[in-house]
């Protein structure tokens, strides 16, 4: 069975402070991304990676970096955490080709005092 | 930009068909259709996917018009258990598999 795996469910945290949020697939996927989800906005898109090492920018990658040291792990990092970045962040995974599906995680629901 | 309509809300009853419809009349003729759906709190699972031809799964089966202009998923039981929001994609698939979330349809099935 598929498994993306969140490093917590619930996380809250002060304004700048460093957040780390982990993600980790056992699929062997060769992408993985991050989303935020916020109500009345859906989800969007802040960074993904195709391979280690590798990232690019998603639609709101402003306050964000990540870091994809090794292939099963996908971390988002939070440089100096801003209130308005108190969300719920999706982690998912697919692979490489046509008609992949994406996996994800249960989510971190994040609060940013 | 989802660039798919879908209804805000709908209400099924419990044993019944549900049948979402989602309208996507810009599609281009390589961007397939997806569905997934989001159970409250938890992060969205892929149901089912298809190009032209109608698909059917375990979990529910898509009927694309031939204009593939719009499409229908059809929850053919529901369930309590099916109550989420539903959310119709459009995506040309390949390595990146990227994929824009619209607002989705929020199906509640009541007993």
């Known amino acids: 069975d598929v498994k993306v795996t969140q490093s917590s469910r619930y996380l809250v945290k002060r304004t700048g402070e460093k957040v780390f949020l982990e993600c980790v697939q056992d699929?062997?996927?060769?992408?993985m991304f991050w989303y935020r989800q916020d109500p009345g906005l859906g989800l969007r898109l802040i960074y993904f990676?195709?391979?280690?090492?590798?990232?690019e920018k998603g639609d709101i990658p402003e306050g964000y970096s990540v870091s994809r040291e090794k292939k099963e792990r996908f971390s988002l990092i939070l440089e100096s955490a801003s209130t308005n970045q108190t969300s719920m962040y999706l982690c998912?995974?697919?692979?490489?080709?046509?008609?992949?599906?994406?996996?994800f995680g249960p989510g971190t629901r994040l609060l940013v005092l | 930009d989802a660039k798919t309509t879908q209804p805000t809300s709908m209400d099924c009853a419990e044993g019944r068909a549900a049948n979402l419809p989602c309208n996507h009349s810009?599609?281009?003729?390589?961007?397939?259709v997806y569905w997934y759906r989001q159970i409250h709190s938890q992060g969205p699972q892929y149901i089912i996917h298809g190009l032209k031809n109608n698909e059917t799964n375990e979990m529910a089966s898509l009927i694309i018009t031939e204009d593939r202009k719009s499409s229908t998923l059809i929850l053919p039981h529901a369930t309590l258990r099916d109550t989420a929001v539903y959310y119709c994609i459009r995506n040309y698939g390949g390595s990146q598999g990227n994929l824009i979330f619209g607002k989705g349809t929020k199906l509640s099935v009541k007993p």
């Open positions: 990676s195709y391979d280690v090492k590798m990232k």
């Open positions: 810009t599609i281009s003729g390589n961007e397939y």
């Open positions: 699929m062997d996927h060769e992408n």
């Open positions: 998912a995974s697919t692979n490489q080709g046509r008609q992949e599906t994406q996996y």
